[in-house]
C-alpha cells in the first residue's frame, strides 16, 4: 500500500493509472476503521483496478468541538486494517493538504438538503462533507465512491453533489453492517460499554417493527406507536425520527407519497448519538 499525505502527487498518480485506463474506486473515511469501512473497501477492491482509501478527520464537519477532539484517531491500527484488506493507496493528508491555504471553499447549493433532519440537529455538517468530498473527488477522480447506507442523508447530498458539480462518477451506496445484536457500525460506538452496544440494538429492532406496522396500519400510526417506545427507553433521548423522500429527503406521511421511502432515526443513548435508517420502499 502507498501512503500519499501530498494532494499533488496523489493526483498525478491516479491521473497516471486513469490514463492508463484503469478503473479507481474510492472509499473516503474519517477513520477509526471497523467493519462497515471493510465491506466498503473490499467491494470497491472487487469492482476497480486500483482502490483508493482516506483518513482525513474533517474539521469543517463538526459543529461541535469536543465531538471533534474526542473523535478516535487509532491510525497505526487503521493502517494494518488496510494493509490487510489490500487497499493499493491510503490518502492521509494534513489540514493544509485538503484546504489549501488561501482558496475559499464557498458554501455549495445543496437545494436546502443539508438544513434538515441531520443538518438542523448539526449545523453546517453537510456543508463541511460536501466541500471535503467536493475536493476529494477532484484530487482523486473516482471512477467509483462507496459510501454507507448508514449516513442516509450523507449519500442524498453526495448523490446531489456529483449532479451539481457535473462529476463522471457512480456513487456507490453500500448496506448498513451491524454488529450481533444488531446496533449499526459506527466509529462512535467505541464511545459506548460493550453492554450498553448490545442494549442500544432496541433502536434496529423498532425500525424492523416500524417496517413491520407501516404495511397494516397508516405511516402516522405507525410511527407514533414506534416515537413512543423509543422515548419510553431509559437512557435514551430521541432526537428525530423521520420517514422522507429518499430522493428530496422531504418528509412523507404516507408511503404513496413517494416511489422511494426511508426511515431515519437518531437516538442519543448513554450520551452518544447512534443514527440508523430503514428501507420502507423502493419502487425506483
Ligand atoms: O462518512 C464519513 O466518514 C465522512 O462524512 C466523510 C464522507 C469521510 C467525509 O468526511
Redo the contacts with the bound molecule.
Sequence with gaps: MIIFKSADLLYAELSRRKNSGQSIGFV???GALHLGHQSLLERSKSENDTTVC?I?V?PK?FDDEMDLINYPNPIAKDIDMLRHVGVDILFHPTVDQVYVPGVEHEDLDLAGMDLIHEGEQRPGNFQG?AK??KRFFEVIQPTRAY?GQK?FQ?TVVVDHLIKLESMDIELVVCPIVREPHGLAMSSRNERLEDVKRDKAAFIYKSLLKFKERCYFKSLQEAKETTVKYLTSIEGADLEYFVCVDGVTLNEVTQLEDAAYVAALTVVKYDDVRLLDNIILKDER
Excluded: K, Y
Design positions: 473516503p473515511t474519517m482516506s482525513f474533517n464537519q462533507v471535503v468530498v459510501f449516513d450523507q
